[in-house]
């Protein structure tokens, strides 16, 4: 039998490139323990600001980045992109042109 779920909305605003390394890590971190808060269920949407550009360089069968990425990367590309990757997360903004 499947349970439904709710939708989990989740508003975050992650700090700035020019931030250390162990602050960037705090907020993805702090942002794990958010995302383990929901439900298995629940369709999870997580708004906000990452201050981080996609780029357009794509893994083969990559579900996180789609075709229309964006800009150059910059330091906070990596961190976005495998933490969307690690929790099967899709950057919405990248699938559309």
């Not at 357009?56 to 990425?69: E, V």
Request: with cysteine.
């Amino acid at each position: 039998m499947h349970t439904a779920g709710f939708l989990s909305l989740i508003v975050a605003y992650a700090v700035t490139e020019n931030a250390d390394t162990s602050v960037k890590e705090q907020f993805y971190a702090d942002l794990e323990v958010t995302i383990a808060q929901c439900s298995k269920n629940d369709l999870k949407v997580i708004l906000g600001d990452f201050n981080a550009v996609t780029g357009s360089s794509r893994i083969q069968g990559d579900t996180a980045l789609g075709p229309w990425g964006s800009s150059i990367p910059n330091v906070n590309t990596d961190l976005l992109l495998s933490f969307c990757r690690g929790h099967h997360l899709s950057i919405a903004g990248s699938w559309f042109h």
